[in-house]
């Protein structure tokens, strides 16, 4: 069956009575959204404060491929075997954007036996959350042009304003447009752009704040532009945004509730892009589970050079959160991929390409152990394709390596099929105090945390950027110093090539614009191309969807 199919037949229970079940919470203290998700107000999280935490763990993985590695499946496969061990134990999830649900990827809630329910709800507008970030954005956006419309008091410079509209789609016609057109009664004509959602500043903003005042106050933070001196700053609350933004997110900022298959819980809560934003679910929901269960799962977005590394240097950074151990999702069918195999022919035995694409995850491998300092749990995502002799040889190569290597099934037989990993992973956690690395100090210059990160982990022997972006990020390093780096690189590849499989090293990261996130609290340093309005692949995923009389969905992966 597919995973929606899967997802269809589920045994539910609700929410309300679950909550009760596995962590005693009242009613009172949740706001159901239906019978199967709900949402965990802030004034029962703030009575938590006193209990212990639990032990975090991160799921990542291996670059990314058209294959799929399965982070999300393993996050949720993990969890359920936990509990079935019988370790207390909550996921914690990203949000999925409609954008890449309807484009190339599909539906983020899983696979197989995997899976977050209700699959559908999830992937298709949930409890809200990313219109509430989108209409706030927006409305940002609205009050910048009607203060210019007004006759621009605060003197902003109409040429050099930051701040882009937001969709959640990906739609690549709007990357670049112009408002204002049709005469003076229509505003003032300029040069704007969209953004997707998730790349919006106050989704990064939304996933780092700790309570509303901290919502509000750097939500009034945000740097919008510039005025027509060219240097200083024009901030959200210049325009009395902060409060009205805020109330947008009064019902997004708390976390949603939402059950696996077998029925455990799970908090799904915001959704950044890995590249632009930190990739990572909310600070709120993890510091949460960490209060409510023994052990947290939790994820980060795209390969562990990205969505790990800004877990590391940004989330726990700024949120003192502690992980346990990692787990590094990899799939026989990836590193076929990464040892140069067509994307038609990874069903095919083929070991001298396993053997060459091994040492992409074993540039991962070394960056968690050694640079963040944790350790590492090598899991196989196994596919039923997966050859005995492919099999054998990834566990020889990373036991030459010193990994831990499970080959797990959760894909077909859900927490049954992980327990392996599961007592692999908590044997680990349990024998050891949370302690890990930085990648890089926080004192050192914008420019060093720059080089820090693509020397160290993408294996790269330089990075070159224009006098000008050095210019910028040199003069930020008096005001902004501390701030932590979120590179903006291709997923695809330690390169910014997303052509250059395997584990290049070598090459130079060139660094091709730099973007003040002075609300989320960190600097976005774009590497190469990227853009953060995806567009639609020629057949997209929406091509395939559908609902029939009934109301069912179908067509969702």
């Known amino acids: 069956m597919s995973d929606i199919e899967i997802a269809q037949q589920a045994h539910m229970k609700p929410i309300i009575g679950l909550a009760k079940e596995h962590y005693g919470i009242d009613a009172e203290h949740l ?29 990542t993985a291996i670059s990314p491929t058209p294959a799929g590695e399965g982070k999300t499946t393993t996050t949720v496969g993990l969890g359920d075997a936990m509990n079935r061990i019988g370790k207390l134990t909550i996921m914690c999830l990203r949000e999925p954007s409609l954008g890449p649900c309807f484009g190339v990827k599909g539906g983020a809630a899983g696979g197989g036996y995997a899976q977050v329910v209700p699959m559908e709800d999830i992937n298709l507008h949930f409890t809200g959350d990313f219109h509430a970030i989108g209409v706030a954005h927006n409305l940002l956006s609205a009050l910048i042009d009607n203060h210019i419309n007004h006759g621009n008091d605060l003197d902003i410079d109409p040429r050099r304003i930051q701040w882009k509209r937001v969709v959640d789609m990906n739609d690549r016609a709007l990357r670049n447009i112009v408002v204002g057109m049709g005469g003076a009664a229509n505003g003032y004509l300029r040069e704007d752009g969209y953004d997707i959602v998730v790349a919006s500043e106050v989704m990064a903003i939304l996933c780092l704040a700790t309570s509303r005042a901290d919502l509000k106050e750097r939500l009034g ?114 590193l076929k991929f990464h040892g140069g195999v067509a994307k038609e022919a990874l069903n095919q035995e083929n070991l001298a390409a396993l053997e060459q694409g091994f040492v992409n995850l074993e540039r991962h491998y070394h960056n968690i152990t050694e640079h963040y300092g944790l350790p590492c749990v090598v899991c196989v995502n196994h596919f039923t394709l997966d050859t005995e002799a492919e099999i054998t040889l990834l566990e020889q190569k990373c036991a030459a390596l010193g990994a831990t290597c499970i080959v797990s099934k959760h894909w077909a037989k859900g927490g049954a099929g992980a327990e392996t990993l599961a007592h692999a992973v908590s044997g680990i956690v349990d024998q050891r105090e949370p302690t890990f690395n930085y990648v890089y100090d926080e004192n050192l210059s914008l420019w060093g945390k720059i080089e820090a990160i693509a020397t160290k982990l993408y294996g790269a022997d330089s990075v070159t950027a224009s006098a000008k972006i050095k210019a910028q990020l040199a003069a930020w390093d008096a005001d902004y110093g501390t701030f932590p780096i979120c590179m903006a690189k291709t997923q695809m590849s330690f390169s910014t090539n997303p052509n250059t499989r395997g584990a290049p090293s070598g090459h130079t990261i060139e660094i091709s614009d730099v973007k003040l996130a002075n609300g989320a609290g960190f600097i976005v340093a774009i590497a190469g191309d990227m853009m953060t309005m995806p567009g639609l692949p020629k057949v997209p995923a929406a091509e395939r969807i559908d609902i029939d009389n009934d109301g069912k969905i179908t067509g969702l992966f």
């Open 221 to 334: 933070r945000i740097v919008i532009g510039y005025k027509t001196d060219r240097i200083t700053p024009v901030y959200a609350r210049d325009l009395n945004a902060q409060g009205s933004m805020a109330a947008l997110l009064k019902d997004a900022i708390n976390p949603n509730l939402v059950q696996t298959l077998e029925n455990n819980i799970a908090i799904i809560h915001g959704g950044p892009f890995a590249n632009i934003a930190h990739g990572c679910n909310t600070v709120t929901a993890t510091k949460t589970a960490l209060k409510l269960a023994d052990y947290v799962v939790t994820e980060a977005g795209f390969g562990a050079d990205l969505g790990a590394e800004k877990f590391i240097d940004i989330k726990c950074r700024m949120a003192g959160l502690k992980p346990s151990a990692v787990v590094l999702v990899a799939t026989v069918r990836a």
């Open 31 to 59: 706001d159901p959204h239906g019978h199967y998700k709900a949402k965990l107000s802030l004034e029962y999280i703030n009575s938590l404060s006193d209990k212990p935490d639990g032990k975090l763990i991160l799921v």
